[in-house]
């Protein structure tokens, strides 16, 4: 099963208007983290934001927010008036405490991503 | 500035011959990481390491080999490169912990022909 799955492949949203990219994650851990990462065209992963799962207030920053929600196993990405430059791959993320296998200790799972694209 | 400095950028090579795409980060940290990036497959683990000479394979490890001589490098080799392994390749480290996300490099966009 996945441990990341992202449904939406592609997104489309007009400028200054707000856009949710969904995120659901799939862990048997009391502790662990959700990220989400930002890949424009020129291929750069660039870090956004971070919850984490015994945290209760949704993490903001800037006009990007997770709405999360822990007995949903969710955690979707908000972007709130948006601009032309949000236009890239969007990737979610979970990095589990520990597994029970010490091996997977650290490793961080990958969405496949959704490509927003942001209309003038 | 903390980075992590991955080399190199473009690559196109001829199959079977052998290549190694070099990774350094200047953070100290303990865990160090490669992934290849393929269109609707998202980001997949090849290799990580949780510190020096500890080393283990990810989801998609044949045809790679890495090595972690020294904490700040983690070279990804192809031995025998194939056209299948064309691909977007990020090396990235962090710190240990589920609150601490990775540093990517820039990314090598390897094309095998």
């Known amino acids: 099963a996945q441990k990341i799955t992202q449904t939406q492949p592609g997104m489309f949203v007009q400028e200054k208007e707000a856009v949710t990219l969904d995120c659901t994650y799939d862990t048997s851990d009391q502790s662990y983290g959700l990220f989400w990462y930002k890949q424009p065209s020129s291929g750069e992963m660039i870090f956004l934001i971070y919850q984490g799962s015994y945290d209760e207030q949704n993490a903001t920053e800037g006009r990007y927010s997770l709405n999360f929600q822990k007995a949903r196993k969710s955690a979707n990405l908000v972007i709130s008036a948006s601009q032309l430059g949000d236009s890239a791959m969007y990737f979610c993320?979970?990095?589990?405490?520990?597994?029970?296998?010490?091996?997977?200790?650290?490793?961080?799972?990958f969405g496949r991503g959704t490509q927003l694209t942001v209309w003038p | 500035e903390a980075q992590v400095t991955q080399n190199p950028r473009y690559l196109i090579t001829v199959t079977g011959k052998k290549l190694t795409v070099t990774c350094s980060q200047n953070m100290n940290h303990e865990y160090m990481s490669w992934y290849r990036q393929d269109p609707g497959l998202g980001l997949r683990q090849i290799y990580y390491?949780?510190?020096?000479?500890?080393?283990d394979k990810g989801d998609v490890p044949e045809g790679y080999k890495v090595s972690r001589k020294e904490k700040r490098n983690f070279p990804l080799i192809l031995e025998s490169p194939s056209p299948n392994q064309t691909s977007l390749y990020f090396c990235a480290s962090s710190l240990t912990g589920i609150n601490y996300g990775y540093t990517f490099g820039s990314g090598t966009r390897l094309t095998v022909v």
């Open positions: 993320a979970m990095r589990e405490g520990f597994s029970g296998r010490g091996s997977t200790l650290g490793r961080l799972y």
């Open positions: 390491s949780m510190n020096v000479e500890v080393t």
